[in-house]
Each structure stands twice: as C-alpha cells, then as structure tokens.
C-alpha cells in the first residue's frame, strides 16, 4: 500500500469516492439478514468510514480498521471503534466478528498473490464459525478498456471545485495497474497534488479460487452492491464474492 498516495488522497476521499453508500449499505443489510445472524462486523480498509456509520445506525456493533495512518486520522474523528491492521501481518483485535466487509480497491493494494491469500486466510481467522465475509474489488478489467488518460471528474468540496485526471497504465504480464492521479482544486485556495497507486488486477475466477482457499464458500457474486448487478467483465465496475466461513 502507498502511504503517499493516501496521505494526498486522504484530503480529497470523500468526494472523490462519493459512491452509493446508502443502497450498498442496504445490500448489506439484506445479505446480514439472509445468510447469518450477524451483530458484530469489522470494516476491512474501512478508510472515512462511510459504510461503518451506516451500519452502525442499522444497530450494528461496527468496527474498523486500516492500514494507512492517513486515512485512520480521519477515521478517528468519528465515535467508531477504528485500528490499524495489515492484514498479511494478522488482525490483532482481540476479537471475532459475525461478519467482515472489505470492499472497494482494498485487497488489490496487496501485489504479491501469496500474500493475498495469507491476508484472506487472516480475515477467516478472525470470524466466528460460519461467519460471513464480503469482498469487494475494482474491476479493473472493464476499466483497461477505455482510454489511458482521462477525466475522473470534477467535484464540489469546502475548499472549492475539485478536478480529477489519471493517466493508466496496465502490465498485463504481471497482471499490474498503475494508475497516476492528478488534483487540481480552484477555489479561494488553489492547489495542485499528484502522486501514484498500483493495484493488482484480477479476473473474477482467479479472486474466486484465492477465496476458496482461504476456506470460503461463495454464496453470491454482484457486479456492483448498490444496485445488485450481475457481473459482466466488460462492463461491470467491480466485483463483488458474498462469502462465508467453512
């Protein structure tokens, strides 16, 4: 993971990443619902906590935990239970939860497979027998297919308007996607940041055979949480494995 990347990112998190929290949130709920009977959850790369404070006014015991000391400032500000972890080195809460959620980008910070699947067998230690786990990645494939450089967007933030470009560039051969983002705000104060994120990319059956063994059992695959998709490779913009412990 780039502490450097987040360190910048970090100012700009929430609207940049302004995602349907609430319909994905509702997703979760249901998904809690149907397939366990789940009180306490643990936010993986829980980052300002959007979906934690959702849950957690749904009566959910919520914590959360990430590995960028940059993005756990934030997160401390509000009244949730939040630390850091890396979770190829383990997961010292000292607790287990009915259910773990890890979603957006966060296990593709993680470049090495081996590692990858250390870190999945570490969230199946910290859950309670059938325990459930939601994971969610970027799918990178569908985003490969448009232009390497183009405008994220522009977004409204308390200091002003903020513009978004990235140039992209993925290495297929080491299944690599490096990505450089560009900040420039114009408001009362204007600044311009930028700085570099690689992120490993994954076809949905090679994150499928990782997650199995791990230990889970897939129960369910969307293309996206907020509105329930299906998943397509060209088109879908992640993808998403509801899965639980055996």
């Known amino acids: 993971?780039?502490?450097?990347?987040?360190?910048?990112?970090?100012?700009?998190?929430?609207?940049?990443?302004?995602?349907?929290?609430?319909?994905s949130v509702d997703t979760?709920?249901?998904?809690?619902?149907?397939?366990?009977?789940?009180?306490?959850?643990?936010?993986?790369?829980?980052?300002?906590?959007?979906h934690a404070l959702r849950l957690k006014k749904l009566g959910y015991e919520i914590e959360g935990c990430d590995a960028s000391d940059s993005m756990l400032k934030i997160a401390k500000r509000n009244k949730i239970s939040v630390f850091k972890a890396d979770i190829t080195k383990g997961i010292n809460s000292g607790k287990k939860y009915d259910a773990i959620i890890c979603l957006g980008s966060v296990i593709q910070h993680i470049l090495d497979k081996d590692d990858v699947l250390l870190g999945l067998r570490n969230i199946n230690i910290v859950l309670k027998p059938d325990g459930l786990f939601i994971l969610g990645l970027s799918n990178l494939t569908a985003r490969i297919r448009k232009p390497h450089f183009w405008v994220e967007g522009t977004y409204k933030t308390d200091e002003g308007r903020l513009m978004v470009m990235t140039w992209?560039?993925?290495?297929?051969?080491?299944?690599?996607?490096?990505?450089?983002?560009?900040?420039?705000?114009?408001?009362?104060?204007?600044?311009v940041d930028f700085e570099s994120l690689s992120l490993r990319m994954y076809t949905r059956s090679e994150i499928k055979s990782l997650v199995r063994k791990a230990g889970f059992?897939?129960?369910k695959t969307y293309g996206n949480l907020a509105t329930k998709?299906?998943?397509?490779k060209y088109s879908?913009?992640?993808?998403?494995?509801?899965?639980?412990?055996i």
């Open 28 to 50: 979760l709920d249901k998904i809690f619902k149907k397939f366990g009977d789940v009180k306490t959850v643990l936010d993986i790369g829980c980052g300002t906590l959007q």
């Open 168 to 191: 992209n560039e993925p290495d297929f051969k080491n299944m690599i996607y490096k990505s450089t983002w560009l900040y420039i705000l114009k408001g009362k104060k204007k600044d």
């Open 217 to 219: 059992k897939i129960l």
């Open 236 to 245: 879908s913009s992640g993808i998403v494995l509801v899965c639980k412990k």
């Open 229 to 232: 998709e299906k998943y397509k």
């Open 1 to 23: 993971m780039s502490e450097d990347f987040y360190k910048t990112f970090s100012k700009y998190y929430d609207p940049v990443l302004s995602a349907d929290y609430d319909r």
